[in-house]
């Protein structure tokens, strides 16, 4: 008969006269000790990431429903407070119990704390100034007020007397060798809560310019510190965008979201989307993701652009607008991407889209400036068709001229001989000068295109052999 065991707890052995029940020593073997240090570690971990959630919940209650005792200010310090403790807290496992890694979690949510504490102050300090003509009507959960404005100043100088140093040593345990500028970027991008205005366009302004100065800086500083491509650095790095993620959020969950906020916030996700691709050490896949996923924010931020400036240029050039915001982020992805086949459909979606808004538009709108447009953008798709091989793009550019001909050809007729001899002459004129213009400076003109598509061209193809 086969020997058996009894739940780990003994064994089972066959003798002569019978079967036999023989006690089995426990034994600290290697795989043993392995297996119970992986659970405790899997345990601490998801102690550690409820842990997280739960505080990070809390200031997030807090934000929105505070606590009812006492005035606002006395409940903003309340938030300091816990953004101090946090810090301490950290402080405490890392020169206590020696514990970094508990440590390291207390130090990031002090961090990711200290917007919330700017958010509170720009709302205190907006319910005493306003750039934008008065107060908004808050939800009550979401309404803050200093009674007076002599506790303007000490509330902000008391917060700015925790919030600094926390900072600082915050980043100190992040990002060592790049902790001080750091500080500085995120403390500059968090001063952009504090700007007494809430207006959507004014909002979606200041969250462009943030993004733009994030990433500025995130490119700057991922090439002088390679420390930043760890787990803490790119969690710093992360950080200076929460701001700007705050600004965008109170801006649409409390005021009127507009054409041109769309088209900002849009802006801003397309730009993010482009620093991550240019990082060196991103798989392709993640870069190929990033772009697909890039179109569709490119198509919304075109369409809500030409809708913003619809009452600026009407109806009739909205088709012109929206094509050429489209064109300008599509070749950018176009020229960077590093996929062959993507880029081609690129070419190709993109040359459909501009057939079909100037093509539409002067067909709704036959007028004399739309025709001319179509016929311009029909002739550049055609040539640019042709020099990149693209099939598609040179059909596209012929549909565009042929519609632009057929729909305004009698408006430019008209045009032509309703003007007067004189903007006739300078019509001419300005003709004239650029065609000396491209005589004289064309053929250096025509060399840059070169080299640009030839480069392209080689990129294309060593990517193809790679692949």
Known sequence: ?????????????????????????????????????????TLSEALRVLGAAVL????????????????DIRRYLLLLTQTGLLAAAGFAMSHGLRETKGA??????????????????????????????????????????????????????????????????????????SA???????????????????????????????????????????????????????????TLFIPIGIILFRSMYFYD????MIAMVSMA???????????????????????TLSIPVTFIFAASLSDALRPMIGNALMGPVFATAFTLLALDIVRRTESQTFARILVMLTSIVVAASFSFSVAGNPGALNAMLSLAAGSILMLAGLSMRSHVAAFAGIVTLFVATIFGFESVWDLVMTSSWIDLAVFG?????????????????????????DALGQRREQIALED
Not at 150 to 177: D, E, K
Not at 273 to 281: D, I, S, W, Y
């Open 104 to 177: 390291r979690i207390f130090f990031g949510l002090a961090l990711v704390s200290i917007p919330a504490n700017f958010t509170i102050l720009s709302a205190l300090l907006y319910s005493v100034f306003q750039w934008d003509g008065g107060l908004i009507n808050y939800p009550d959960y979401a309404h803050w007020q200093i009674d007076n404005i002599a506790s303007t100043g000490a509330t902000v100088g008391g917060a700015m007397l925790v919030l600094v140093p926390v900072t600082l040593f915050c980043f100190a345990i992040m990002a060592r060798h």
């Open 1 to 41: 008969m086969s020997t058996h065991a009894a739940d780990g707890f003994a064994d089972i052995s066959e003798q002569v006269d019978g079967p036999t029940f023989v006690p089995r020593r426990r034994s600290f073997s290697p795989d043993g000790i392995a297996r119970s240090l992986r659970n405790f570690a």
């Open 257 to 260: 979201v507009d054409s041109l």
């Open 56 to 71: 990070v919940a809390s200031m997030s209650v807090f934000l929105l429903q505070g606590w009812s005792e006492g005035n």
């Open 429 to 453: 004129a300005c003709a004239i000068t650029l065609g000396s213009i491209v005589d004289r400076h064309g053929v250096v003109i025509k060399l840059h295109l070169v080299r640009w598509f």
């Open 269 to 291: 996700i397309f730009l993010a989307a482009r620093q991550v691709t240019l990082f060196p050490e991103r798989g392709p896949k993640i870069a190929l993701l990033l772009e």
């Open 180 to 238: 001080k500028t750091l500080s500085l970027h995120f403390l500059l991008l968090n001063a952009l809560l504090l700007l007494p205005i809430r207006g959507s366009m004014a909002a979606g302004t200041i969250a462009l310019v943030g993004v733009v100065y994030a990433l500025f800086v995130v490119g700057k500083l991922t090439g002088k510190d390679k420390s930043l491509k760890t787990g803490e650095g790119k969690f710093a790095l992360a």
